[in-house]
């Protein structure tokens, strides 16, 4: 997950997928900017071993010409992220645990701190 910031808008381009091994496979929940998306079409297009499993993308949802609707080695979700299922209940536990060592005056286990922030958005 790379801080959704200008300086990695396309970061993630064609000649990094590319070099991915045979039957490799792709995952981006991070952000979808990051991914500079012409490349990676026309590098899935000449590499139907690749996979690409896309929670995020810019814009979100992808123009309804998209060839990323198209190809057979893209599968798109809805930007959940991994928040589905028995995923809530562990952040529900966490955030729960995290208030009760507050109120009890215990060190905190899961907090943002500002400088957390300026590397990642």
Do not use: W
Not at 46 to 60: A, I, M, N, S, Y
Not at 69 to 74: G, Q
Request: charged share 25%; with cysteine.
């Amino acid at each position: 997950h790379l801080p959704d910031r200008d300086d990695n808008v396309g970061c993630i381009n064609g000649a990094m997928l590319e070099s991915m091994p045979y039957g490799g496979v792709f995952i981006n929940t991070g952000r979808g900017r990051q991914v500079n998306e012409k490349e990676m079409i026309e590098v899935l297009k000449r590499r139907p071993d690749l996979t690409v499993l896309l929670d995020v993308q810019f814009p979100e949802p992808p123009d309804e010409s998209s060839e990323l609707y198209t190809l057979p080695n893209v599968f798109m979700t809805p930007h959940i992220a991994g928040s589905l299922g028995d995923e809530l209940h562990r952040m529900a536990d966490y955030v729960i645990e995290d208030f009760e060592n507050y109120l009890n005056g215990k060190p905190i286990q899961y907090e943002v701190s500002e400088a957390m922030l300026l590397t990642s958005k």
